[in-house]
């Protein structure tokens, strides 16, 4: 299936011009007009506070603030316009420890360098083909880390329903992205979804300070 995305916001965030100029120029021959760039985690986040894309594509950069760094400012920082942006992390990195680790920062996809266009084009269709579950919990909140749900369980180790312990269970939410297949038929759900993830951070927050009392 052939996709029109010349309406989506891209931004990149690399370590190098150079790795930023090749990237934007496959991003163009998919027909993507709007690439940013940006090339520290500062200067990303700045930036993705300020364009609010629809796809944001990090390289690992360098510490002390690395790529994982940004990934968990746009998932969890108050200043996040929208913490269920999908989120790309290509790096060169392909050790599981570092897969591992940007899985559990809340990145939604990973692409090992050096990357080919279809390999891009595959991730990107993914995102829109089978947008992930979000997963809202004391310690995590992003994209749900499973590949595949196994449905409601019934058997004899069920978590129980009672108040006190099924308000520590991960809450999923929908999976919500405006590079879906309408950007702009989803644009209030992103907007309520947005609420939806802030609402739910500052609940956390306040149990694990009533805990600390």
Request: hydrophobic share 30%; with cysteine; glycine share 4%.
């Amino acid at each position: 299936m052939s996709y029109q995305f010349k309406n989506i916001t891209v931004l990149v965030v690399e370590s190098t011009r150079a790795m930023f100029d090749l990237t934007r120029s496959v991003l163009q021959a998919f027909g993507v007009n709007q690439v940013y760039s940006a090339y520290s985690c500062d200067e990303g986040f700045e930036a993705f506070c300020r364009l609010n894309p629809d796809l944001v594509i990090i390289d690992w950069l360098q510490e002390p603030k690395n790529g994982l760094e940004l990934t968990r400012s746009i998932r969890v920082d108050e200043k996040s316009p929208n913490p269920f942006t999908p989120i790309v992390l290509m790096t060169g990195y392909s050790q599981k420890r570092r897969v591992l680790m940007a899985r559990d920062s809340g990145i939604t996809e990973f692409l090992v360098k050096p990357f080919t266009a279809k390999a891009l084009y595959q991730k990107i269709e993914q995102l829109i083909e089978r947008p992930r579950h979000f997963v809202s919990s004391e310690n995590y909140f992003g994209p749900d880390r499973r590949r595949k749900r196994q449905g409601d369980y019934s058997g004899p180790e069920r978590r129980t329903d009672e108040p006190e312990v099924r308000k520590l269970e991960p809450e999923v939410l929908p999976p919500v992205t405006k590079t879906a297949k309408s950007a702009a038929k989803g644009a209030s759900n992103v907007s309520s979804a947005v609420q939806k993830a802030k609402d739910i951070k500052k609940r956390y927050e306040k149990e694990k300070s009533g805990k600390r009392e």
